[in-house]
């Protein structure tokens, strides 16, 4: 009662500061300029950079951490919800007839942002979103918010023990940094065993991989100072929940970088590191619930939404045509899946965005409801790309409330904040002038009735065959899952399958070309080519005759709807100064 | 085992060494509780110059190993370990006993430039769990008949009897472990039964009756021949164990010399005995010798209730052996023994040239196959029935193989697949090789299949099989 008081008398505080900040807006910004150049400094040497901006995040869907923090911190803060409220505000420092126009402008995007921003809020908050345990005002239906907590579950119970998967971090020290369910106080011990395993095993000079019984398998993995640890009852290969913990490391990794893990662990062997993950457990949550339930982690391959090639061309003209210095990818994203990215050319010529680390970008946007709030600036370490530097990504939904496709722009930059937001607003006047959010929200995923094959229920297909020498983002395509896998349960059963038929094909002592498996309620077949790699589940009495040619017919099918189902041609942009840019802005 | 593949011009080579035994133990953690008590806790460790605070520290980690795994699950705790360099095997066979078996992982050591030592690449995905896990098992089942439980042991004589009966027995036991030819039949554990007619098969039956009607201290019975069974009395589980001392251990114990030329010194002296080629191959080897010993070896069966201890005669004419145990508390002397080979000798060896005299007519019915057409494994879990034509004849229990060993191994990675459901399934695959491999299971029966048609296609591959279950199975229905 009296946390649900506090709560709603940060609510009310928030509301009464409403109306006093827009009209001195000039003034304010005035003020603020040097506090924000020492934040920023200060930002820039302490490893707790990540932490700050992370909990800026945060802190625009929980306003209870406000009171909690030190003063520093409120300043810092407090430098950031401004600046996300006039993103024109350096702007109009110069004080030129024409940013004065700009100001206008400006002063009507302050609004509208505002107003956007407790629109989503309260939408938010009628869907059972937002802040924890909070009853708000603006909630007008009793209705439970969020998912319950894992946190606090009690780790002696037969409950704790029949998770399907449990995960665990730890560093060198023994200590305790993530646990999927359970509080990681509660299982300070048992992680001390992991713990106490790796480093005997290790004394022997010997590194420990896995350890079996009847219904699980351990896997233990070392990365740097870090230990991650899966327990798992789900018929998994080793080596599939070994990558699985990669991602959790590398998630890790997104927010921190590696250099920066290594760094912290020289320094001080038992350091803590709850301390800078703090808040980011939902973060490593939602990403091991994806892997479960998404087989673009197993496949290692992007999903994308079919689109028909001509809207696809469109949207990524948009994206070619809004461009600023340090911006190396344009990205477009539709209810979680891929619509376009664009790349800037030297990025290509040297390396090129993975599927892993699109997995962690778009796990870290569908993890945290305070991407939906607003416009976020946020840094972001990509590892496979480069574990030791982060990019700094502008990340904002395009269709609130709805928030189903999400618009975001990767820099190196990290002043470039009011750039790339520029960039946003042509890419957004672009798509309003086309109408093309509209177009967007009719495509979606496909059924597999229209392949026209009876006994097909479902397929993942993953094409290697790249008309270009480019070497392109991996992707697959996939039906939606229909009867009899409607149930969560039965979808989970069909992905567990394929998971058997992966970790078969793709052994690492023994790999395979084909796999044709008769069950008990359905057929499987799993084949790997050099040109693709297929995974379909038929109806468990279809002959090995039909289901030939039905895997003729679908091959066949998916080379007709390529140009629909993959993205065949990225487009690339160059962020290089040209003569005819500084034209423009002469002119300008 | 040393296999070297030439792999430079130069001479230098990759060695490649195949799975091997690096340690075994057995320990219960009931006899040493508290702390600096460890050692008591050891009822055995190979090899035996490990220095003592070495096993004390690898028994500790098999008992945290057990005890983390019973965090997430108390009823099932760890049944191995896989590290970079070997894989340790648990079995828990008696409340409280463990047994662990260390296998080193098979290496790649490659040569390096300048005299630099080779760099060793541990193949650590090449051991299959179920495979070494079955070994393991079997090493007490093995115990078990010749012994009976740990238990019983410690009950009879404390923690010193168990311990001397555990020396004695593995010191030997383990070195006639070849762990680099354990496959998938060692998770079988089945028995070869040889084909026979109505007729001949009655011949036997009557045989067994009448020896057992004579000598009544007879109290169970099994007829071999060609190491292959045809008669057992025994217990599936008790046949199974006896059956692989039998075809492993005995038997080519005593083939070789009976390969041997007539003349060879090696031959038992048979000059005494015109009648008949009848002999014991347990108990005393020359009847006529007055310094014969009558002292068989000891088996338990029945070890879940009754426990029965009893001798174990084995008795051998030409290709027939017969096995017959009588209760331990009887005392066998010459008199028994005479009476035994004088009844047992003649029939048997009647019997032995009947049943290759039929075997023979079989085989000109059918036609001589030199070399199989098919290859494949099929084993029968109701009666533990086993057929391979993949494996080639034992020869001192090393067992060999007429196909590459990564298709052995894919013949296990579906077995394991099989043992996961109850319903029937069948999986085909096609190897990297382009080799085919068909696995089949229906109603407690597993068939494999090995097929070496590159060209062909899925459908041409169901019918090779359909083909060969038509010849080989014809009175098995398969899941198709």
Known sequence: MDHNGQESGNMEEVKICDPSILPQCPDHTDTDVPSENHCVNEDHRTPSDPEGLLESADHSSEQDVLPQEPSTEMQKLHVEDDRSLCPGGSETDSGKASQDSALVDNSNDDSGEFVVTVLARGKMEEQGMGMKGASSPLSETGTPLGPPSHRNEDVTADSWRQHRKHVFVLSEAGKPIYSRYGSEEALSSTMGVMMALVSFVQSGDNIIRSVYSDEHTVVFMQRGPLVLVSVSCSRQSEQQLRNELVYVYNQIVSMLTQASITRIFEHKKNYDLRRLLAGSEKILDGLLNLVDSDPSFLLCAVHCLPLASSLRDSLSQILQKAITPNLVFSILIAKNQLLTIVQEKMVIDDARLEPADLHLLLNLIGASSAFQAGEIWTPICLPSFNPDCYFYAYISYLDPPECTVCLVLLSTDKEAFYSVAECKRKIEEAMQTQNALKSIAKAQSYSVSQVGVSDLRHFMYKPFDVPDNHRQLTQFTSPEMEAPYSSEEERMRLLDLYRDLHGRIHSASRPLKLIYHVAERETLLAWVTSKFELYTCFSPLVTKTCAINAITKLLRWIKKEEERLFIRYPPKYSTTPNPSRSSKTDAH | ?480
């Not at chain 2, 035994?21 to 508290?34: E, V």
């Not at chain 2, 806790?41 to 983390?68: D, S, T």
């Not at chain 2, 007490?140 to 008949?145: A, E, G, P, R, T």
């Not at chain 2, 496959?183 to 001949?200: A, E, N, Q």
């Open chain 2, 1 to 480: 085992m040393l296999m070297i593949s030439p792999r430079m011009a130069s001479g230098m080579q990759e060695k490649q060494y195949t799975p091997s035994l690096l340690s075994f133990f057995i320990y219960n953690p009931k006899f040493g509780p508290r702390e600096g008590e460890e050692e008591k806790k050891i009822l055995f460790y190979h090899p035996i110059e490990i220095e003592k605070n070495e096993k004390i520290r690898n028994v500790g980690l098999c008992e945290a190993i057990v005890q983390f795994t019973r965090t997430f699950c108390p009823t099932k705790p760890a049944k191995s370990l896989h590290t970079q360099k070997n894989r340790q095997f648990f079995h828990e066979p008696e409340e409280n006993y463990w047994m662990v078996m260390v296998v080193r992982n098979p290496m790649v050591e490659k040569p390096n430039k300048d005299g630099k030592p080779p760099t060793v690449e541990y193949q650590e995905e090449e051991i299959i769990d179920s495979v070494y896990g079955s070994v393991l098992q079997q090493c007490y089942s093995m115990y078990k008949l010749f012994n009976g439980t740990f238990s019983r042991a410690f009950e009879a004589g404390g923690v010193e009897l168990l311990t001397q009966k555990l020396e004695k027995f593995f010191y030997r036991y383990l070195q006639t472990l070849h762990l680099q030819s354990c496959d998938l039949l060692d998770v079988f554990g089945g028995i070869s039964f040889f084909p026979l007619d109505k007729m001949t098969y009655l011949k036997i039956q009557s045989f067994v009756n009448r020896v057992e009607e004579s000598l009544s201290l007879v109290k169970y019975t099994a007829f071999l021949y060609n190491d292959q069974l045809i008669w057992s009395g025994l217990e599936q589980d008790d046949m199974r164990i006896l059956y692989k001392y039998l075809t492993t251990s005995l038997f080519p114990r005593h083939t070789e010399p009976e390969l041997a030329g007539r003349d060879s010194p090696l031959r038992p002296e048979v000059a005494g005995n015109l009648l008949h080629y009848g002999r014991f191959l347990t108990g005393p080897a020359n009847l006529k010798d007055p310094e014969a010993k009558f002292r068989f070896p000891r088996i338990f069966v029945n070890t879940e209730d009754s426990c029965e201890e009893l001798h174990l005669i084995v008795y051998k004419a030409m290709s027939a052996a017969v096995c017959f145990m009588i209760n331990a508390s009887v005392d066998l002397n010459r008199e028994f023994c005479e009476k035994l080979d004088s009844l047992v000798g003649p029939q048997l060896t009647l019997l032995a040239s009947d049943i290759c005299e039929q075997y023979n007519i079989n085989r000109r019915i059918s036609g001589p196959e030199k070399e199989p057409q098919f290859k494949f494994i099929y084993f029968n879990h109701m009666n533990l029935a086993e057929k391979s034509t993949i494996h080639m004849r034992k020869m001192a229990s090393v067992s060999l193989t007429s196909v590459h060993p990564d298709l052995m191994k894919i013949l296990g990675d579906i077995n394991c697949d099989f043992a996961r459901v109850d319903e029937d399934e069948e999986i085909i695959v096609k190897a990297m090789t382009d080799y085919w491999v068909v696995g089949k299971k229906s109603d407690q029966r597993e068939l494999y299949v090995i097929l070496n048609q590159k060209n062909a296609n899925l459908i041409e591959v169901n019918e090779e099989v359909k083909r060969l279950c038509a010849t080989q199975f014809n009175n098995i229905f398969f899941l198709d």
